[in-house]
């Protein structure tokens, strides 16, 4: 029986003919029950995935031409993969400032539920496996596509830029901003300037989005040495810099009306929620620093979680309307 | 504190379950190549020389 044994700390267990499998300690304040399935499932950033297979949706919708519903789940399926390995693989490579970051603290390696080379190894089968599956099943532009996503987020940005300047989110946004052009790749078997627009929209978005979260979340960065641009550059510039990418990002929204991506509607919705995202930064820019500022960039930083996802649920709708209708 | 039996049987209860997570995960693939050819293929599975 386990936990009978007179001298070591550590017992073995399992060697017996009545116990088949491996040797396992379990005498032990190290032995480790092992990651359950819902562990591994939150390497996986499920929230991230769920925004990511929003918007690759809306590509596959938006795109001229169709794709067998089937395999349009599949594509959909393999990108959900895809964004939830390099979120694995993003967790491994930076357990070590996780552990030390109150938002990150939680996650499955720093609360010890998961190894690193657990997540490492569940994070390379899954970019793999999903880039494979998704060019066999699907098309290879779209695989292709996906794996510059997961490269782009592992070796560019978090490997790369993250540690080194306060513009890694700028650059490294990309990697958020190909969901809907793999969704667009996965139906046409191309790139084309809509889909182009699609990832613009979403890579001008990621800076003023990520640095109002900064703005009230900079001592996280700094405790753990990551230049986010309020750390190297103070906050003043930070808000400088939101509102500059939000004078960007407004007419950026706008472009999908004129291109005849999106209708009236989106038209409507992308300069009256574009003004309001202006008017927030702007009253960001003019925020006093303390409770006051962090309370004016939390609201930035939430309503640009609604702003990105109603354009592109307004996109999606007018563009199944038009394919059910016309 | 967590007896050892508790532990164990821990234990084998995420293993059994991460177990049958990779055969369900293995089932789907399997369904989802076998269906996919089928799309692909179409009409011209049923066509082909003998």
């Known amino acids: 029986m386990a936990g009978?044994?007179?001298d070591a700390s550590l017992e073995v267990v399992g060697t017996g003919?009545?116990?088949?499998?491996?040797?396992?300690?379990?005498?032990?304040?190290?032995?480790?029950?092992?990651?359950?399935?819902?562990?591994?499932?939150?390497l996986m950033k499920p929230r991230v995935m769920s925004l990511v297979v929003f918007t690759a949706l809306v590509g596959l919708v938006a795109a001229p031409g169709?794709?067998?519903?089937?395999l349009a789940g599949v594509a959909l399926l393999l990108i959900a993969i895809g964004a939830g390995a390099s979120?694995?693989?993003?967790m491994w490579y930076d357990a070590d400032i996780d552990r030390l970051m109150q938002r990150t603290a939680a996650r499955p390696i720093p609360r010890g539920k998961v190894s690193e080379s657990e997540a490492l190894s569940f994070g390379v089968v899954l970019s793999v496996g999903s880039v494979l599956m998704l060019g066999?099943?699907?098309?290879?532009?779209?695989?292709?596509?996906?794996?510059?996503?997961?490269?782009?987020?592992?070796?560019?940005?978090t490997?790369?830029?993250?540690?080194?300047?306060?513009?890694?989110?700028?650059?490294?946004?990309?990697?958020?901003?190909?969901?809907?052009?793999?969704?667009?790749?996965?139906?046409?078997?191309?790139?084309?300037?809509?889909?182009?627009?699609?990832?613009?929209?979403?890579?001008?978005?990621?800076?003023?989005?990520?640095?109002?979260?900064?703005?009230?979340r900079y001592r996280d960065y700094e405790r753990v040495g990551v230049p986010m641009l309020p750390v190297v550059a103070g906050l003043e510039e930070t808000r400088r810099q939101i509102l500059l990418y939000t004078l960007l990002l407004v007419?950026?929204?706008?472009?999908?009306?004129?291109?005849?991506?999106?209708?009236?509607?989106?038209?409507?919705?992308a300069t009256v929620l574009g003004g309001i995202f202006l008017w927030l930064a702007l009253r960001?820019?003019?925020?006093?620093?303390?409770?006051?500022?962090d309370r004016m960039a939390k609201q930035l930083f939430l309503f640009s979680i609604f702003y990105l996802f109603m354009l592109f649920a307004v996109l999606l709708v007018e563009n199944v309307v038009a394919k059910v209708v016309g | 504190m967590a007896s050892e039996d508790d532990k164990l049987a821990e234990y084998k209860k995420r293993q059994k379950m991460r177990s049958i997570a990779i055969a369900v995960t293995l089932v789907v693939i399997v369904v989802l190549f076998y269906v996919a050819t089928l799309i692909r293929l179409g009409g011209n599975v049923l066509n082909r020389p003998y």
């Open chain 1, 4 to 6: 009978q044994g007179s």
């Open chain 1, 17 to 42: 003919p009545e116990r088949q499998g491996p040797a396992i300690a379990v005498d032990s304040d190290d032995f480790s029950v092992g990651p359950s399935v819902g562990e591994f499932f939150e």
């Open chain 1, 66 to 70: 169709t794709l067998h519903p089937f």
């Open chain 1, 87 to 90: 979120g694995a693989l993003n």
């Open chain 1, 136 to 157: 066999v099943l699907v098309n290879w532009t779209a695989g292709a596509l996906l794996a510059l996503t997961i490269g782009f987020y592992i070796f560019v940005y």
């Open chain 1, 159 to 216: 490997m790369w830029l993250k540690r080194l300047t306060p513009q890694n989110i700028v650059i490294g946004g990309a990697a958020g901003a190909f969901p809907p052009m793999i969704g667009w790749a996965a139906v046409t078997g191309g790139v084309s300037i809509e889909s182009i627009v699609l990832f613009l929209i979403i890579f001008i978005w990621t800076p003023p989005h990520f640095w109002a979260l900064s703005l009230y």
């Open chain 1, 251 to 269: 007419p950026m929204g706008v472009v999908p009306y004129f291109i005849g991506l999106g209708g009236v509607v989106y038209g409507v919705c």
């Open chain 1, 284 to 293: 960001v820019r003019a925020a006093e620093e303390g409770r006051e500022g």
